[in-house]
């Protein structure tokens, strides 16, 4: 199969966890219109392992991985074509650096809500979930991931080292499927990614673990275009001696509901 390309989906995460500036100057990468004309957008996603084998940074990186938000960095045209230009300098790690660093800027940009700036909010038109939904197939939790933007996720702590590999596995993959989930199309490989997913949680299940998760349905806001939906996947794998199973309200569920009453968490 050819290489998929950046979906439009991973260019609105990129984006997003940029705020909308460069990650090196940190610049906003728009200008506004004018009375006659759109705005003028000078941002580019850049690869920081290249995508081609003869370009800048090239290492050996699936076809996946290397399109995923993961691997691109928001740059304004100037440094896009300067890290290019100068990759014994911008090499992979110190890319991935700066997109960490300017990640983390804008993080603390959106936590000061006195800043008017990129800002994630509670979608009024949908109720916050009152439970994690409790995942037992592939099913449920890959419509989940093809309904979402973004993803967060929450373990245990102080996990032996073999629970816990098979914990960040599954949840690396669950990103990875949320990259890729738009490029899929047909019924065999949606299913085989069911599959897959209920592999996982049959298998954490087995080591005495439980999955939970809900969408979190958000609005991105950049104080200049019309707010945009950004579902939020959220992904919880708990001690089953620690979980506690309750109906669609959240009341803790019991036995006298009958087995066929919703649980969650």
């Given at each position: 199969?050819?290489?998929?390309?950046?979906?439009?989906?991973?260019?609105?995460?990129?984006?997003?966890?940029?705020?909308?500036?460069?990650?090196?100057?940190?610049?906003?990468?728009?200008?506004?219109?004018?009375?006659?004309?759109?705005?003028?957008?000078?941002?580019?996603?850049?690869?920081?392992?290249?995508?081609?084998?003869?370009?800048?940074?090239?290492?050996?990186?699936?076809?996946?991985?290397?399109?995923?938000h993961t691997?691109?960095?928001?740059?304004?045209?100037?440094?896009?074509?300067?890290?290019?230009?100068?990759?014994?300098?911008?090499?992979?790690?110190?890319?991935?650096?700066?997109?960490?660093?300017?990640?983390?800027?804008?993080?603390?940009?959106?936590?000061d809500?006195?800043?008017?700036?990129?800002?994630?909010?509670?979608?009024?038109?949908?109720?916050?979930?009152?439970?994690?939904?409790?995942?037992?197939?592939?099913?449920?939790?890959w419509?989940?991931?093809?309904?979402?933007?973004?993803?967060?996720?929450?373990?245990?702590?102080?996990?032996?080292?073999?629970?816990?590999?098979?914990?960040?596995?599954?949840?690396?993959?669950?990103?990875?499927?949320?990259?890729?989930?738009?490029?899929?199309?047909?019924?065999?490989?949606?299913?085989?990614?069911?599959?897959?997913?209920?592999?996982?949680?049959?298998e954490?299940?087995?080591?005495?673990?439980?999955?939970?998760?809900?969408?979190r349905?958000?609005?991105?806001?950049?104080?200049?275009?019309?707010?945009?939906?950004?579902?939020?996947?959220?992904?919880?794998?708990?001690?089953?001696?620690?979980?506690?199973?309750?109906?669609?309200?959240?009341?803790?569920?019991?036995?006298?509901?009958?087995?066929?009453?919703?649980?969650?968490?």
């Amino acid at each position: 199969m050819p290489p998929m390309g950046v979906s439009e989906k991973t260019r609105k995460i990129v984006w997003a966890e940029a705020g909308g500036r460069c990650a090196i100057c940190r610049g906003e990468v728009i200008t506004p219109g004018t009375d006659c004309d759109d705005p003028s957008v000078f941002g580019e996603e850049a690869h920081i392992v290249a995508r081609s084998k003869g370009g800048p940074r090239a290492e050996d990186l699936g076809d996946a991985s290397r399109d995923s938000h993961t691997n691109l960095l928001l740059l304004c045209s100037r440094h896009h074509k300067q890290i290019d230009d100068q990759p014994t300098h911008f090499t992979v790690e110190r890319l991935q650096e700066i997109k960490e660093r300017h990640a983390a800027w804008v993080r603390r940009s959106l936590d000061d809500n006195t800043s008017g700036g990129v800002r994630l909010v509670p979608d009024p038109a949908f109720p916050q979930p009152r439970a994690l939904a409790l995942i037992t197939r592939g099913n449920p939790l890959w419509n989940m991931i093809k309904a979402s933007l973004a993803f967060e996720y929450a373990l245990p702590d102080d996990l032996p080292d073999d629970e816990e590999s098979l914990i960040v596995e599954f949840l690396d993959l669950l990103r990875d499927y949320l990259d890729i989930a738009p490029e899929l199309h047909s019924v065999r490989d949606n299913r085989d990614a069911e599959k897959t997913l209920e592999g996982y949680v049959r298998e954490l299940a087995e080591q005495d673990f439980l999955v939970g998760a809900y969408v979190r349905h958000l609005i991105y806001v950049d104080g200049r275009g019309d707010p945009l939906a950004w579902p939020m996947l959220r992904v919880e794998v708990l001690p089953t001696s620690v979980a506690v199973v309750t109906d669609q309200a959240g009341r803790p569920y019991t036995t006298e509901q009958g087995e066929d009453q919703p649980a969650e968490r």
